[in-house]
Nanobody
């Protein structure tokens, strides 16, 4: 069974940091572009960041630029999202996604095939 499993979410104070992890099981991430999406209550799901299969190309949404960093360790079949200087507006469920391509931009939900179950991030002000 092909799965993406996120972890690392939780409750953090404004200004704090969290690192989300996404581990693939049942398949190797070597051939997959990876993205992170989030959805806050009552809001549409939005793309946050993305990374190419070799990690050489990344992109982040303007709302998190300078604060969030995406990375991957293909040897561990894992992708990370380092989130610093968290704000209350970052509160959301965060999803890891994978698509079979060299690179997929973060705003192309339709191109991602596999989705994790999500991990809750809550930032208290």
């Amino acid at each position: 069974q092909l799965q993406l499993v996120e972890s690392g979410g939780g409750l953090v104070q404004s200004g704090g940091s969290l690192r989300l992890s996404c581990v693939a099981s049942g398949f190797t991430l070597d051939y997959y572009a990876i993205g992170w999406f989030r959805q806050a209550p009552g809001k549409e799901r939005e793309g946050v960041s993305c990374i190419s299969i070799d990690g050489g190309t990344t992109n982040v949404a303007d709302s998190v630029k300078g604060r969030f960093t995406i990375s991957r360790d293909n040897a561990k079949n894992t992708v990370y999202l380092q989130m610093n200087s968290l704000k209350s507006e970052d509160t959301a469920v965060y999803y890891c996604v994978a698509g079979l391509a060299l690179y997929i931009d973060y705003d192309r939900q339709d191109k991602y095939t596999y989705w994790g179950q999500g991990t809750q991030v809550t930032v208290s002000s």
